[in-house]
C-alpha cells in the first residue's frame, strides 16, 4: 500500500536570482549559495535540515534494534590481505567495534604479531584514519598517510618499524598518490598538488599535480621535483619502482580516463643526472597501460589495445618492439601479477573472479581452486616469491584469506571471520536480464530461502555503472541485516562499469549514459515482472556514481520506486567540473563546456531534472560536510530543489554526516550509525512488518 504520512515541515531553502547561459540554453541555479559549505547561511540551513531529518529517523521504534543488531554481527575479527615486505609480513586487523583497522606486522610468518600503527589512538572519535602505507624494500621504515575527517588530503609520515618511533619527515598537500621506495631505502616517490594560498578554498578544482622525490631526514622544500607539465594542468601522476630497482615506472592519468601514458627513469643514474631523463614510452592516450613487471629493459604490460577484454603484452624499453604474450580470452582481465616466475592472472567471469596462471611464455598451465562464485583479491609480491595470500569473498562468505603455495597449486586458511548467521539460511543467484535496448544483463539476488515471489518482499536495488568499476560479490554485515528483515538484495553489473571490459565500460559514458539508467530501470521492472516485489516495496541505492544512477532514475521514473537513497551522490551535471576532482570525471560524463555533451548532460542531470507537482519517491539523501570529492553542495542543491516540488506525503530528507568524507576511512561508530538510519527508513517508508 502507498505511503500514508502526513507531509513534513521543510525549511524554507531562499532563492536566488542566478541564471546560466549555456551555449544559449539558459538554466536557473536558484540555490547557488548553497555551494558554500562554510557561510553561516549555509551552516543554518544544514542544521535546521539535519533536525527535520533526525527528528522523523528517531521515531522509528525499530531504529534501536537495527543498531543494536548491526553492532552485535559487526562483531568479529576481520583481517586484511598479508604482505610481505624484506622478511617482514604486514596485515590489517579489525577486531570487531574498533573505529579503524589495526596495521600488525610479524618479524616471521611463525612469530607473535606486535601492533605496529593503531590509528585508533590518534583521535578520539576515530575520524583520522591510515589511508595508505608503503614499506621500504628492507622492511624496516614505512612510510604512510593520513586522513582526518574522510578528505582525500592526506599527511605523511615515516615509522621506524623496528623501534615503532616516527622519524622527523612530514610532507603535506597530498592526494590521489601512493609512495615508492628507491631499493636504497633512502627515499620515495610521491605526487603532490602545491600549497594552497589564502585565496583557495577547499573545495577549488585540483590541477597541476607533480611528481617528487623525498630523502628521509630532509624537509619538503627540498624534495627533488621529478616530472610535472605545466602545459598539462590535467595529468596526474603514479610513480612506481620496478621490483628490480632499476626503473621509475611513471603512469600518466588524465583524470579518471583509463587511457594512460608511461614514462620511466633509469634510477642506476642519479636522479638529478641530465643524462638519465624521463624517456616516454607510450605517448598517446590510445588504450589502457598497466605495468605488470620487467625482465631487464623488456617490460611485461596488460592492456585493452585491440583488445576490449584485455591482454598481456611486452614492450622492449629499447626498440618498442611489442609482442603479445597471453592473447584475450572470452572473461575479462581484471588484474595480473608475477610470481615464482609465473603469471597469475584474475579475470571476470559474468562478474566474478577466476584466477588462471600462466608461464612466462604466455603458455596456461593451471589455475587457482576457488571456494565458489565469488570475488578473489591478493596474489601480490614479487617475481621469486613461491608463496602469497589471497582473500575469497561472496554474499554469504565473509572474506577469508587464504595461503597460496605457487610450487604445488593449493591454498589453505590463513584468517577465518567468525559471523554470528548461518549461511545456509540464504540463497544467491545470478540471472540475466534484458534492457531497453535489448543488451543481456546480469544480476545477482540474494535472500533468505523460503520467500514467496508474491510481489510483498522488501527489495533492495544497489547498482553503480560508471568508471570501469565492476560490482563483484562481496560481503557485508549492512545486507546481511537488511536480509534478516526479510530484504531481498539485488545489484545488477550496469554498463559503465568493468565486468564486460572496454566496450561495456564506454557503453555506459558520455552521450551513452543514459544506458546504465535504463539498465537499472529495467532491473527494477524485471524484480517486479518475476513477482520478487512490487513499487511500493522496492528501494534504489547508490553511492557517488551510484547517487547520479539513483537521483537520475527517481527522477526520471518516480513512479516506479517506493523509496530512493542517493548517497554522496553526482546531482548537479552542469557544475560537477568546477570542485576538487570533479574535472576528472569528464572521461565518463562528458564535459558541460562541450554542446552536444551538455545536451545529454542537461536531460538527465537529476537537479535539473526535479519537476513541480510530481510525487516523488521517499527520499533520503545522505552526503558529509567534509566530502571533498563530491562536495556537498550536489545534495544540499538537490534537497533544497526536491522539497517544494514533491507534491506526495513522503518523506524528502537530507541526512547530513558531520566530520566525515566520502566515505574511506569512516569509523565503524559511524558506519553502523548510517547503516541503521538508512535501514530504519526503509522499514517506515517500506511498512516492513
Known amino acids: 500500500m502507498p505511503y500514508t ?43 535546521a535540515q539535519n533536525k527535520v531529518t533526525f527528528d522523523y529517523l528517531e521515531e522509528i521504534q525499530e531504529r534501536q534494534t537495527i543498531n543494536k543488531r548491526l553492532e552485535e554481527l559487526w562483531n568479529y575479527e576481520k583481517y586484511g590481505i598479508p604482505f610481505k615486505k624484506g622478511n617482514r609480513i604486514f596485515y590489517f586487523k579489525n577486531d570487531g567495534l574498533q573505529n579503524q583497522s589495526v596495521l600488525y606486522v610479524l618479524d616471521g610468518l611463525d612469530d607473535e604479531p606486535r601492533v605496529l600503527l593503531d590509528a585508533n589512538l590518534l583521535s578520539e572519535d576515530g575520524t583520522v584514519a591510515l589511508s595508505t602505507v608503503a614499506v621500504s624494500e628492507d622492511g624496516n ?50 605526487s603532490r598538488y602545491d600549497e594552497p594560498n589564502e585565496n583557495t578554498k577547499p573545495e577549488d578544482a585540483n590541477y597541476y599535480q607533480k611528481l617528487y622525490y623525498h630523502r628521509l631526514g630532509t624537509p619538503q622544500s627540498e624534495d627533488l621535483l621529478v616530472y610535472h607539465r605545466s602545459d598539462r594542468k590535467e595529468w596526474l601522476f603514479m ?68 583488445a576490449p577484454r584485455g591482454r598481456i603484452i611486452t614492450i622492449d624499453s629499447r626498440t618498442k618492439e611489442r609482442k603479445e604474450i597471453i592473447p584475450e580470452g ?93 549461511p545456509a539460511d540464504y540463497e544467491t543467484k545470478q540471472i540475466f536480464y534484458h534492457s531497453k535496448d535489448g543488451t543481456r544483463v546480469p544480476m545477482f539476488i540474494v535472500h533468505k530461502k523460503g520467500i514467496e515471489l508474491d510481489g510483498q518482499n522488501p527489495t533492495y536495488l544497489y547498482g553503480y555503472g560508471g568508471f570501469n568499476i565492476s560490482l563483484t560479490p562481496y560481503f557485508s554485515v549492512a545486507m546481511l541485516v537488511w536480509m534478516e528483515l526479510g530484504g531481498v538484495l539485488a545489484i545488477p553489473n550496469l554498463r559503465g562499469g568493468g565486468e564486460y571490459g572496454k566496450e561495456w565500460h564506454e557503453g555506459g559514458t558520455k552521450l551513452n549514459k543514459q544506458n546504465v539508467f535504463d539498465d537499472f530501470i529495467a532491473a527494477a521492472e524485471w524484480l517486479i515482472a518475476s513477482g520478487y516485489t512490487s513499487t511500493p516495496k522496492l528501494a534504489i541505492g ?58 545529454a548532460l542537461y536531460t538527465y542531470s537529476p537537479l535539473h531534472n526535479v519537476k513541480p507537482g510530481t510525487n516523488y519517491p521517499a527520499t533520503l539523501i545522505t552526503t558529509a560536510d567534509h566530502d571533498d570529492r563530491v562536495v556537498p ?4 542543491k538537490f534537497a533544497a530543489t526536491l522539497q517544494p516540488a514533491h507534491a506526495g506525503t513522503a518523506p524528502v530528507l537530507i541526512r547530513i554526516e558531520t566530520k566525515a568524507g566520502h566515505g574511506a576511512g569512516k569509523p565503524t561508530a559511524k558506519l553502523i550509525e548510517d547503516v541503521s538510519d538508512r535501514w530504519a527508513f526503509l522499514v517506515r517508508v517500506l511498512q516492513v512488518d
Not at 261 to 288: G, N, R
Not at 380 to 406: C, K, L
Not at 633 to 636: G, I, K, L, R, T
Open 542 to 599: 547508490g553511492a557517488s556514481n551510484g547517487g547520479l544512477l539513483v537521483g537520475a532514475c527517481m527522477t526520471q521514473r518516480p513512479d516506479l520506486f517506493g523509496a530512493a537513497i542517493p548517497d554522496v551522490g553526482v546531482l548537479d551535471m552542469l557544475r560537477f567540473h568546477k570542485f576538487t576532482i570533479g574535472w576528472a570525471w569528464c572521461s565518463d560524463y562528458g564535459s558541460p563546456e562541450d554542446p552536444e555533451e551538455f545536451k
Open 5 to 47: 504520512d502526513s507531509p513534513l515541515a521543510y525549511p524554507e531553502t531562499r532563492p536566488v536570482e542566478q541564471i546560466d547561459d549555456y551555449h544559449g540554453t539558459k538554466v536557473s541555479d536558484p540555490y547557488r549559495w548553497l555551494e558554500d559549505p562554510d557561510s553561516e547561511e549555509t551552516k543554518a540551513w544544514v542544521e
Open 239 to 306: 610513480g612506481n619502482v620496478s621490483d628490480d630497482g632499476r626503473y621509475l615506472i611513471i603512469s600518466v592519468f588524465r583524470g579518471t580516463d583509463p587511457k594512460r601514458l608511461v614514462f620511466y627513469k633509469d634510477l642506476t643514474k642519479d636522479l638529478s643526472d641530465p643524462e638519465a631523463p624521463v624517456v616516454e614510452l607510450i605517448s598517446e592516450f590510445e588504450a589502457d597501460y598497466t605495468f605488470i613487471d620487467n625482465d631487464g629493459s623488456l617490460f611485461w604490460f596488460s592492456t585493452d589495445l585491440d
Open 141 to 190: 621504515l614505512m612510510a604512510y598517510g593520513l586522513s582526518t575527517s574522510g578528505s582525500d588530503w592526506q599527511e605523511w609520515k615515516v615509522l621506524d618499524i623496528e623501534t615503532g618511533d616516527n622519524l622527523s619527515d612530514s610532507l603535506q598537500w597530498i592526494k590521489f598518490s601512493g609512495a615508492s621506495w628507491t631499493h636504497d631505502n633512502k627515499g620515495f616517490f610521491y
Open 633 to 636: 553542495a550536489h545534495s544540499f
Open 330 to 422: 572470452e572473461e575479462t582481465l581484471d588484474g595480473t601479477s608475477i610470481l615464482d616466475d609465473k603469471f597469475v592472472v584474475s579475470y571476470l567471469k559474468d562478474a566474478h573472479s577466476e584466477i588462471k596462471i600462466f608461464d612466462l611464455s604466455g603458455k596456461p598451465i593451471g589455475e587457482v581452486e576457488l571456494p565458489g562464485i565469488g570475488s578473489a583479491g591478493g596474489f601480490d609480491g614479487n617475481r621469486q616469491d613461491t608463496e602469497t595470500f589471497y582473500s575469497f569473498t561472496s554474499a554469504i562468505v565473509p572474506p577469508t584469506i587464504y595461503r597460496y603455495d605457487m610450487k604445488t597449486g593449493t591454498s589453505t586458511v590463513y584468517r577465518q571471520p567468525d559471523v554470528d548467521f548461518n
